[in-house]
């Protein structure tokens, strides 16, 4: 049962897709990253094209996937153990360094020590995240000055400036692709709050 792979985001969303679904909340950021790619396309550069994978049973039904957009680190989903050690082979024989992994506490699995046994690497756990639920949307009164715009295209330069400076502040110094804040405006999932005409924060 090996790894399936693709650098077409299409043929990932058709096979992968149905599995993310299945579990929306631990499977955010694959499927809002999945979306962005079929909205952008895999591009033609060999050396940024994002490899996606897929892992099938017997029976041929997906049990785990995984996502690589370069620079970022892999994102792995929850996959059985033999997936997981298959999958060490897979990022090793690729040409470009693995710099970090992301993965659920479950989505890990057997993939440190197999990367261990595999590269003579560790995997070190830097930084937890949870997901938090909104229980209740309280409105603040009185409403803060200001208001909410939708950007125009001339944004994308100030906000990957934003995008930068906000991965420095978390530790996470990733160089953002503009692109991917264009693709954030064309399809209206930014938003700027101004005061006094002047941009003070936006919200992706």
Not at 36 to 43: F, I, M, N, S, V
Not at 113 to 136: C, F, I, K, Q, S
Not at 155 to 168: C, D, K, Q, S
Request: without cysteine.
């Amino acid at each position: 049962m090996p790894w399936r792979t693709t650098t077409d985001p299409e043929r990932y969303a058709e096979r992968a897709g149905p599995f993310l679904r299945a579990r929306p909340m631990e499977n955010t950021v694959a499927l809002t990253v999945t979306e962005g790619l079929r909205a952008r396309g895999a591009g033609d550069d060999a050396e940024t094209a994002p490899l996606l994978g897929w892992w099938e049973d017997g029976g041929g039904a997906v049990t785990g996937a995984f996502l690589w957009t370069r620079p970022r680190p892999p994102l792995l989903t929850a996959m059985p153990d033999e997936a997981a050690r298959a999958l060490a082979d897979v990022l090793a024989a690729d040409a470009r360094p693995v710099a970090g992994l992301n993965a659920t506490a479950s989505g890990a699995g057997a993939f440190p020590r197999a990367w261990h046994e595999r590269t003579g690497a560790a995997v070190v756990a830097e930084r937890g995240r949870r997901l938090h639920r909104l229980d209740a949307l309280v409105a603040p009164d009185p409403p803060p000055r200001g208001r909410a715009v939708r950007p125009a295209s001339d944004r994308t330069p100030p906000l990957v400036a934003w995008y930068e400076a906000f991965g420095r502040d978390v530790g996470e110094p990733v160089p953002v692709d503009a692109r991917h804040v264009e693709d954030r405006l064309a399809s209206g999932g930014l938003l700027l709050w101004e005061v006094d005409g002047e941009p003070v924060s936006s919200r992706a």
